[in-house]
Each structure stands twice: as structure tokens, then as C-alpha cells.
């Protein structure tokens, strides 16, 4: 069926780097846009980063600007997510969404997957 | 960037009950550039609402989305044991996109 699986969350501490990966199914991934959003507990969706269909476009939130790198793999139908110099603040359920056109940029979202964990701590 | 304030924070009713829910921008969202999102705990946001009034796919007819410029609402007419949930607010018209903080809507 269509979904998105998210994977790759961990505790880590301060300073220190992740990788999160997403793995789409059950539609064409390569025609669409993807994004990450975030959710730090009890407090409302953020938007992250996206990545155009082909790759040729990425853009960040202020926020991870220079620490975040989206990136994609359509052959493997795959996004992932690196995550450099965490700070605690960087804390949150972390999602991959799809936008619901292909090949067009809305920025709204209607795949979300199940998220993945990220907790950065000492 | 967009500020979204929902209101109010959270809303007591009881089911069968009209669910009103308020979204004001910090600016004008152009072109109805405006969503609704239905999150259940422990669950990832769902697409309710598009383009301020369009329902996503298979949504029931008794949530309808309002509004334009500033002020947007979504309405549930009579609310069902699963619509107790928080909603979230998203505009796309501007990046980045940005949330509101929610409005839990919880069994009176």
C-alpha cells in the first residue's frame, strides 16, 4: 500500500550527527516533491526541509540551515535526512511527508509517515 | 514568516455537539493557501483540509474548512467519538510553511 516508513532516530548527544532515512512505497516516488517535518513534544508540526522530485532543488528552515542535508535516491525510492552538530532543540519526532502533486511544489502535505525519534541529550 | 494563532487552545464538548476551530494568520495567506491537519496521540498528522475549503480524499462531509485572507476556521457539524483529536492550521502560501500551535478538541 502507499506509505512512508521512517527510520534511523536515536538518542545522541550534543554535537553529534544522525541519519535518518525514509523508505516509500505503493507509489511512483520519484515524481513527487518530499519533505521533512518535525514535531518537538507538545508542540505543533515544523517544517523542515524539502527536496524536489529530480533533486534539483533543496530548500532548508533557517533553523538547520548548514547542519541538515536532504537528500534522495529515486531508484531505491528512498529520502534521508543528515543531521550535523545536534542541539538539544533539534528534539523531536521527525517525519517524512510527501506533497500530493507530482512534479509541482505545494507545500502542503498528504502522506505523512510514522516518524522517527530523535532525542538529543547529554 | 507566517504566524499562526489557533484558538481557542482546547474545546470541552460532547459528541453529536458543532466544533468550531479559529486559525488567524499574522498576514495575508493568498489564495486560500491554507490546510487542516487531524492528529490523533501517538499517530502522524492526517490531511484534512486544502485550499482553506477542499476536502482531502475520503474525508466526511461534516468537516468543512472557511475562511480567507487572515481568518480561516474549520467547522465539524456534529462531532463523532474519533474527531476527538488536535487540529492543526498550515499555510503554504509563504516559506517557510508554518503550523499553529493546535486546538485539542476533547470529550466534555
Known amino acids: 500500500q502507499v506509505q512512508l516508513v521512517e527510520s534511523g532516530g536515536a538518542l545522541v548527544k550534543p554535537g553529534g550527527s544522525l541519519r535518518l532515512s525514509c523508505a516509500a512505497s505503493?507509489?511512483?516516488?520519484?515524481?513527487?516533491?518530499m519533505s521533512w517535518i518535525r514535531q518537538a513534544p507538545g508542540k505543533g508540526p515544523e517544517w523542515v526541509s524539502y527536496?524536489?522530485?529530480?533533486?534539483?532543488?533543496?530548500n532548508y528552515a533557517d533553523a538547520v540551515k548548514g547542519r541538515f542535508t536532504i537528500s534522495r535516491d529515486n531508484a531505491k525510492n528512498s529520502l534521508s535526512l543528515q543531521m550535523n552538530s545536534l542541539r538539544v532543540e533539534d528534539t523531536a519526532v521527525y517525519y517524512c511527508?510527501?506533497?500530493?502533486?507530482?512534479?509541482?511544489?505545494?507545500?502542503?502535505?498528504?502522506?505523512w509517515g510514522q516518524g522517527t525519534l530523535v532525542t538529543v541529550s547529554s | 514568516e507566517i504566524v499562526l494563532t489557533q484558538s481557542p487552545g482546547t474545546l470541552s464538548l460532547s459528541p453529536g455537539e458543532r466544533a468550531t476551530l479559529s486559525c488567524r494568520a499574522s498576514?495575508?495567506?493568498?489564495?486560500?493557501?491554507l490546510a487542516w491537519y487531524q492528529q490523533k496521540p501517538g499517530q502522524s498528522p492526517r490531511l484534512l483540509i486544502y485550499g482553506a475549503s477542499s476536502r482531502a480524499t475520503g474525508i466526511p462531509a461534516r468537516f468543512s474548512g472557511s475562511g480567507s485572507g487572515t481568518d480561516f476556521t474549520l467547522t465539524i457539524t456534529r462531532l463523532e467519538p474519533e474527531d476527538f483529536a488536535v487540529y492543526y492550521c498550515q499555510q503554504y502560501d509563504n516559506s517557510p510553511r508554518t503550523f499553529g500551535q493546535g486546538t485539542k478538541v476533547e470529550i466534555k
Open positions: 505503493g507509489f511512483t516516488f520519484g515524481d513527487y516533491y
Open positions: 511527508v510527501r506533497d500530493p502533486y507530482t512534479e509541482v511544489l505545494t507545500g502542503f502535505y498528504d502522506l
Open positions: 498576514q495575508t495567506v493568498s489564495a486560500r493557501y
Open positions: 527536496i524536489s522530485y529530480n533533486s534539483g532543488y533543496t
